[in-house]
């Protein structure tokens, strides 16, 4: 037989170990650990928000001062561009297409590496609506985008305003 003391302390020390069981405490798997993949993922959705705001300057800011760009519309091998050619080359790009805008739809982390799927829209001078299905492959070292390759199909374009032959280079 429990006497009356004895049952009031195990329903106490019953009723504590479940309120700590539910409260939060500082044991390894909560500690904040940096994710890297989370960091790159991050600094891309930054670097689209940039672009998206026709920033170019802040945009450029998210590549190192020499990254290597491959881009189908200027050919199969990989260009170096500075910050301030990147800066120079999106400004043009948004004389051609001034409305343009890309909504991100998934965005893939791996190793050094984030992999972003995205659509690209907007309207040239012409009046032409795009709407371009476009991946790429960003690849960073030390938190800054050192290659970025990109890949959509060039036929999407209209017959008059293939990419290749705007002046965007």
């Not at 479940?18 to 405490?25: E, F, G, I, R, T």
């Not at 945009?59 to 301030?84: C, E, H, I, V």
Request: net charge negative; hydrophobic share 40%.
């Amino acid at each position: 037989m429990i006497c009356k003391s004895m049952r009031t302390k195990l329903t106490f020390t019953a009723i504590v170990m479940v309120m700590l069981s539910c409260s939060p405490s500082e044991t390894k798997d909560t500690i904040a650990v940096p994710d890297k993949d989370n960091d790159k993922v991050v600094l891309a959705q930054k670097m689209f928000d940039a672009f998206n705001q026709h920033r170019w300057d802040v945009m450029a800011n998210y590549y190192s001062d020499s990254a290597l760009f491959l881009d189908p519309a200027f050919g199969k091998t990989y260009l170096k561009q500075s910050r301030s050619q990147t800066v120079d080359k999106y400004a043009r790009f948004q004389s051609v297409f001034p409305d343009i805008k890309d909504e991100i739809v998934a965005m893939y982390p791996s190793d050094d590496k984030v992999i972003v799927e995205f659509v690209s829209r907007g309207t040239l001078i012409s009046g032409v609506k795009l709407e371009l299905p476009i991946v790429t492959v960003l690849t960073y070292k030390d938190s800054l985008i050192v290659k970025d390759a990109t890949y959509y199909d060039v036929e999407c374009f209209p017959e008059e305003e293939n990419p290749g032959e705007i002046e965007i280079p």
